[in-house]
């Protein structure tokens, strides 16, 4: 492995393993005769390495401001590695008043105006796999963890989570994960771990990101507000947006009960049902 990569950076004098990330078996800042570079990879043959393949696809077609280009990939020796250009910055403060979230808005503008590329991959569109997704949680009762909130609310989320796919048809350029650990801010936001682009409409990371205001301290209100000045976001449906904050309670609910992001994803619900 080491070998391979060396045949594109050159010597290696220093490697810093990466802080956060957790989809591949080796991701580490670089130093090389030409700078820094930023290397991830996994086992060619591991049933996760489809989220590098995804994401050395999409590269060439990203905002040339908004993410690290793709140096090169290579496949050797039974790994798969890709190298990036090396982004300085910190995990974007999504936190009230944090001085990120011009930066974070700017470039999650530039994300939702840009068209999706054509790839020869249909499973990229949002609004199949979304509703297969439902398809299979909504034939199920809400998990025993749910919070109690959602267990006394069952009937109405389902019926509203139902609804989610019908407004998830079109053809912009969705981030998908737009967390805190995805987002590096320096004198500008940059966003890394393409793995789960998809194609849709285009206020969806903007929704996402609605949760994870609020999962920082932002009121749902707040956080609405926020996303509001996001060109996409401002002109989506407000049924749309209610039914897509149920699928995230219901299919959150399921995947990670305990966490941050699915109590914001559930506040942001309880929300916007109240009538806001």
């Given at each position: 492995?080491?070998?391979?990569?060396?045949?594109?950076?050159?010597?290696?004098?220093?490697?810093?393993?990466?802080?956060?990330?957790?989809?591949?078996?080796?991701?580490?800042?670089?130093?090389?005769?030409?700078?820094?570079?930023?290397?991830?990879?996994?086992?060619?043959?591991?049933?996760?390495?489809?989220?590098?393949?995804?994401?050395?696809?999409?590269?060439?077609?990203?905002?040339?401001?908004?993410?690290?280009?793709?140096?090169?990939?290579?496949?050797?020796?039974?790994?798969?590695?890709?190298?990036?250009?090396?982004?300085?910055?910190?995990?974007?403060?999504?936190?009230?008043?944090?001085?990120?979230?011009?930066?974070?808005?700017?470039?999650?503008?530039?994300?939702?105006?840009?068209?999706?590329?054509?790839?020869?991959?249909?499973?990229?569109?949002?609004?199949?796999?979304?509703?297969?997704?439902?398809?299979?949680?909504?034939?199920?009762?809400?998990?025993?963890?749910?919070?109690?909130?959602?267990?006394?609310?069952?009937?109405?989320?389902?019926?509203?989570?139902?609804?989610?796919?019908?407004?998830?048809?079109?053809?912009?350029?969705?981030?998908?994960?737009?967390?805190?650990?995805?987002?590096?801010?320096?004198?500008?936001?940059?966003?890394?771990?393409?793995?789960?682009?998809?194609?849709?409409?285009?206020?969806?990371?903007?929704?996402?990101?609605?949760?994870?205001?609020?999962?920082?301290?932002?009121?749902?209100?707040?956080?609405?507000?926020?996303?509001?000045?996001?060109?996409?976001?401002?002109?989506?449906?407000?049924?749309?947006?209610?039914?897509?904050?149920?699928?995230?309670?219901?299919?959150?609910?399921?995947?990670?009960?305990?966490?941050?992001?699915?109590?914001?994803?559930r506040r942001w619900l309880e929300y916007r049902l109240n009538g806001?």
């Amino acid at each position: 492995m080491a070998a391979a990569v060396s045949e594109h950076t050159g010597h290696v004098t220093e490697a810093e393993d990466a802080s956060a990330g957790r989809n591949s078996a080796v991701a580490a800042s670089l130093m090389t005769a030409g700078g820094w570079i930023f290397c991830k990879g996994i086992k060619a043959d591991d049933r996760q390495a489809f989220m590098h393949r995804n994401e050395a696809a999409v590269n060439p077609f990203l905002p040339r401001d908004v993410a690290p280009r793709l140096l090169w990939q290579v496949e050797n020796d039974g790994w798969l590695l890709l190298g990036f250009e090396h982004v300085s910055g910190q995990h974007a403060d999504y936190s009230p008043n944090s001085p990120d979230l011009p930066l974070v808005a700017k470039t999650a503008q530039v994300i939702s105006q840009t068209e999706a590329p054509t790839i020869a991959d249909d499973r990229r569109a949002i609004q199949g796999q979304w509703a297969a997704a439902l398809d299979r949680e909504l034939a199920l009762a809400p998990p025993d963890n749910a919070h109690s909130w959602s267990r006394e609310n069952a009937l109405t989320i389902k019926e509203w989570a139902r609804r989610a796919p019908s407004y998830l048809g079109g053809s912009a350029l969705i981030h998908s994960d737009l967390n805190p650990f995805n987002v590096l801010v320096a004198d500008r936001a940059q966003v890394v771990d393409w793995a789960w682009w998809k194609t849709g409409p285009a206020w969806v990371d903007a929704a996402h990101l609605v949760v994870r205001l609020i999962a920082a301290g932002h009121s749902p209100a707040e956080a609405e507000a926020w996303a509001a000045q996001l060109d996409g976001f401002g002109s989506a449906e407000p049924e749309g947006m209610t039914a897509f904050a149920a699928s995230l309670v219901r299919l959150w609910e399921r995947k990670f009960a305990i966490s941050d992001a699915t109590e914001g994803a559930r506040r942001w619900l309880e929300y916007r049902l109240n009538g806001h």
